[in-house]
C-alpha cells in the first residue's frame, strides 16, 4: 500500500513537470508572436498564462490548489535567479555601463537605501494604525526591502538597448544593483536583533552592509579572473571546445554558491563574474566555444525568467493565503494600494534628487539627465517582480504556505503588488518612452552613448570598438580647464581614469588573464590575427 502510494505521487510528480515544461513552450510560441506588440512582453504573457493555467487547476481541483509545482525560495536562488543575473553581466555594455557607473551606484545602493528608509517608516506608522497582524520591527524593514527590489527582468524587455541606450543602462544597471543592494540588506536585517534597536546597533548593520557589499564584489572578480587564467594556461580548446564551455558554467555558478556558503550577496558575486568573464575569459577560448557560451548562457536566463513570471501567475491564484485574508478583504486592498503608494514615493524620492546631484558631474547637455528621462527612469524602475516575491516568501511563510494573518495579509499584498506593477507599469512603459522620447529624438544621444560591444552582437568582439586613442586622451588632458568652483570641479572630464585603467589592463592584467588582442597566437587557437597585439 506504501508503495502504491509512492508510486502514485512520483506518477503525479511527472505529470505536473510535463505540463509546467508544456506551459513553457507555450509562453515561449505566444510571446514570439506577440513579440511586435507595443503593449505586450514575455513576462506578461506568461503572468497571463499562469493566471489562466492557476485557474483552470482550481476548477479541476475543486478549489483546493492552484499549483503544478510548490514553490521553493531554494529553487528560486539556488536554480534560476543565477543565470538571469550572470547573463546580465555576460551580455551588458561593459562601456557605456562603467561610463554612468557612478550614477548606477548612487540609484542602485543610495537610492535602494532612501526608499527602503521611506517604505519601512512609511509601513510602519501606517500597518500598525490598521492592526493587519503580529508584525515586529524586523518585519517591517523587511517590508522595506522586499518593495524597494526592482525587476531589472521586467525591465530587460521593456526596454531597448539600441534605441534607448542611456536608459537602458542607467535602469538595467541600477536594477541589478539594486537587487543586490536589497538581498544584502534583507540579509543583514535577518542576522541581527532588531528588538532593541540603538545607535550601535545601526553602525553594525551599516558595517555589515558594506562588507558584504565590498567582499561579495572581490569574490566574483576573483572567480572571474581565475576562470581566465585557467583557461588561457591550459588552453582547453585544444583537446575539447566542451572542457571549455562546461568549465566556465562551473566556475559561474561556484563564484554563486560560494557567495551563497559564506551568506554574501551571491547576486553582486555572480554578476561581476559575469563582466569579468566577457572581459577576459571569453576571449581565451575558441570560437566555437564563444558562441556555444553566448547562446548557452541567454538561452538558461530566458528559461528562467519565463519559468519564474509563469508561476507567480499561478500563485496568485493560492486558495490558501486567500482564505487567511477573506475575513478582511478590505484590509488587504488597502495595505496594496499603501505599498503602491509608498513605492511611487519611495522611488520619486531618490530618483530626481539623485539625478540633479548626476547631472553636476557631467560634461556635455548631451550626458546629462533630463526630466523626460528622469520620468521614464522613475516609472521603468516601479516594476516589482520575482526578488520582491523570493524575499516575501523567505520572511512570511514556510514552503510557500502560512497560516498567520498578518503574514497572510503581506503575501498576498506583495503578490498583487507584483502582478499591477508588472501588468500596468510594464505596459505603460514603452508608450510612455514613444511619447517622451521619440525616436527621431534618441539619434543624438544613441550616436554619443551607445556602442556594440557585447557578445549579443557576436561579429563585435566584447569592449572592443568605441575606446579612447590615445592621442585623443592627450588632446583632451591639454584641454581640461583649471576648475574655479566646485560645479566645475565636478564637471571636469575624467577620461585619464579610463585612461589609466586602460594602461593597467593593458600592461598587467590582459597579458596575465588575457582578453581580446592580448592572447598568444597559437595555430587553431581562438585568436585571429586580425586582433594580434600591436
Given at each position: 500500500m506504501a508503495l502504491l502510494n509512492i508510486l502514485s505521487t512520483d506518477y503525479a510528480g511527472v505529470v505536473?513537470?510535463?505540463?509546467?515544461?508544456?506551459?513553457?513552450?507555450?509562453?515561449?510560441?505566444?510571446?514570439?508572436?506577440?513579440?511586435?506588440?507595443?503593449?505586450?512582453?514575455?513576462?506578461?504573457?506568461?503572468?497571463?498564462?499562469?493566471?489562466?493555467?492557476?485557474?483552470?487547476?482550481?476548477?479541476?481541483?475543486?478549489?483546493?490548489?492552484?499549483?503544478?509545482?510548490?514553490?521553493?525560495?531554494?529553487l528560486f536562488f539556488i536554480y534560476l535567479l543565477p543565470p538571469i543575473i550572470f547573463n546580465a553581466g555576460f551580455q551588458v555594455k561593459k562601456k557605456q555601463f562603467f561610463r554612468n557607473f557612478m550614477t548606477i551606484m548612487l540609484f542602485g545602493?543610495?537610492?535602494?537605501?532612501?526608499?527602503?528608509?521611506?517604505?519601512?517608516?512609511?509601513?510602519?506608522?501606517?500597518?500598525?494604525?490598521?492592526?493587519?497582524?503580529?508584525?515586529?520591527?524586523?518585519?517591517?524593514?523587511?517590508?522595506?526591502?522586499?518593495?524597494?527590489?526592482t525587476d531589472s527582468v521586467c525591465t530587460?524587455?521593456?526596454?531597448?538597448?539600441?534605441?534607448?541606450?542611456?536608459?537602458?543602462?542607467?535602469?538595467?544597471?541600477?536594477?541589478?544593483?539594486?537587487?543586490?543592494?536589497?538581498?544584502?540588506?534583507?540579509?543583514?536585517?535577518?542576522?541581527?536583533?532588531?528588538t532593541h534597536i540603538n545607535s550601535a546597533t545601526a553602525l553594525k548593520l551599516v558595517g555589515n552592509f558594506l562588507y558584504l557589499f565590498t567582499i561579495s564584489t572581490v569574490l566574483g572578480v576573483f572567480a572571474g579572473l581565475l576562470s581566465a587564467y585557467i583557461i588561457r594556461k591550459l588552453y582547453f580548446g585544444r583537446h575539447s571546445t566542451?572542457?571549455?564551455?562546461?568549465?566556465?558554467?562551473?566556475?559561474?555558478?561556484?563564484?554563486?554558491?560560494?557567495?551563497?556558503?559564506?551568506?554574501?550577496?551571491?547576486?553582486?558575486?555572480?554578476?561581476?563574474?559575469?563582466?569579468?568573464?566577457?572581459?577576459?575569459?571569453?576571449?581565451?577560448?575558441?570560437?566555437?566555444?564563444?558562441?556555444?557560451?553566448?547562446?548557452?548562457?541567454?538561452?538558461?536566463?530566458?528559461?528562467?525568467?519565463?519559468?519564474?513570471?509563469?508561476?507567480?501567475?499561478?500563485?496568485?491564484?493560492?486558495?490558501?493565503?486567500?482564505?487567511?485574508?477573506?475575513?478582511s478583504p478590505g484590509k488587504s486592498v488597502g495595505v496594496s494600494s499603501i505599498l503602491l503608494g509608498l513605492l511611487l514615493v519611495g522611488r520619486a524620492a531618490f530618483v530626481f534628487p539623485l539625478s540633479f546631484l548626476s547631472n553636476l558631474t557631467k560634461k556635455t547637455p548631451g550626458e546629462k539627465i533630463n526630466l523626460k528621462q528622469q520620468v521614464v527612469i522613475w516609472w521603468a524602475g516601479l516594476i516589482r517582480g520575482a526578488v520582491s516575491v523570493a524575499l516575501a516568501y523567505k520572511q512570511f511563510t514556510r514552503s510557500g504556505y502560512t497560516q498567520l494573518r498578518g503574514n497572510a495579509i503581506m503575501i498576498t499584498s506583495t503578490i498583487t503588488v507584483v502582478l499591477f506593477s508588472t501588468v500596468v507599469f510594464g505596459l505603460m512603459t514603452k508608450p510612455l518612452i514613444r511619447l517622451l522620447l521619440p525616436h527621431s529624438k534618441l539619434s543624438r544621444s544613441i550616436s554619443i552613448s551607445s556602442e556594440p560591444s557585447s557578445p549579443k552582437s557576436f561579429t563585435i568582439p566584447l569592449l572592443g570598438n568605441g575606446q579612447d586613442s590615445e592621442a585623443d586622451i592627450a588632446a583632451g588632458s591639454r584641454n581640461v580647464p583649471r576648475p574655479t568652483s566646485l560645479r566645475m570641479l565636478l564637471s571636469t572630464p575624467s577620461k585619464s581614469v579610463h585612461h589609466y585603467w586602460r594602461k593597467f589592463d593593458d600592461a598587467f592584467m590582459r597579458p596575465m588573464f588575457g582578453g581580446r588582442g592580448f592572447t598568444p597566437f597559437i595555430p587553431g587557437s581562438p585568436t585571429e590575427r586580425s586582433v594580434r597585439p600591436w
Open positions: 505536473s513537470i510535463n505540463l509546467f515544461v508544456t506551459l513553457l513552450c507555450a509562453c515561449i510560441i505566444i510571446g514570439h508572436l506577440l513579440e511586435e506588440n507595443r503593449w505586450m512582453n514575455e513576462s506578461i504573457t506568461a503572468i497571463a498564462i499562469g493566471l489562466c493555467t492557476g485557474f483552470v487547476i482550481l476548477l479541476t481541483t475543486g478549489g483546493t490548489s492552484s499549483h503544478l509545482l510548490v514553490f521553493s525560495e531554494d545602493a543610495v537610492g535602494t537605501l532612501i526608499s527602503f528608509g521611506i517604505v519601512s517608516l512609511g509601513a510602519t506608522q501606517l500597518f500598525k494604525k490598521m492592526d493587519i497582524g503580529d508584525l515586529e520591527i524586523g518585519d517591517y524593514l523587511a517590508i522595506g526591502t522586499i518593495f524597494s527590489a530587460l524587455q521593456v526596454l531597448n538597448q539600441d534605441e534607448t541606450p542611456l536608459l537602458y543602462s542607467l535602469v538595467f544597471g541600477e536594477g541589478v544593483v539594486n537587487d543586490a543592494t536589497s538581498v544584502v540588506l534583507f540579509n543583514a536585517i535577518q542576522s541581527f536583533d532588531l566542451d572542457r571549455e564551455v562546461a568549465l566556465m558554467i562551473l566556475m559561474a555558478y561556484l563564484s554563486y554558491m560560494m557567495a551563497e556558503l559564506f551568506d554574501l550577496s551571491a547576486i553582486l558575486t555572480v554578476f561581476f563574474c559575469g563582466i569579468v568573464m566577457s572581459h577576459y575569459t571569453w576571449h581565451n577560448v575558441t570560437e566555437n566555444s564563444r558562441t556555444t557560451t553566448k547562446h548557452t548562457f541567454a538561452t538558461l536566463s530566458f528559461i528562467s525568467e519565463i519559468f519564474i513570471f509563469l508561476y507567480v501567475g499561478m500563485d496568485a491564484l493560492d486558495i490558501e493565503k486567500w482564505k487567511v485574508v477573506s475575513t
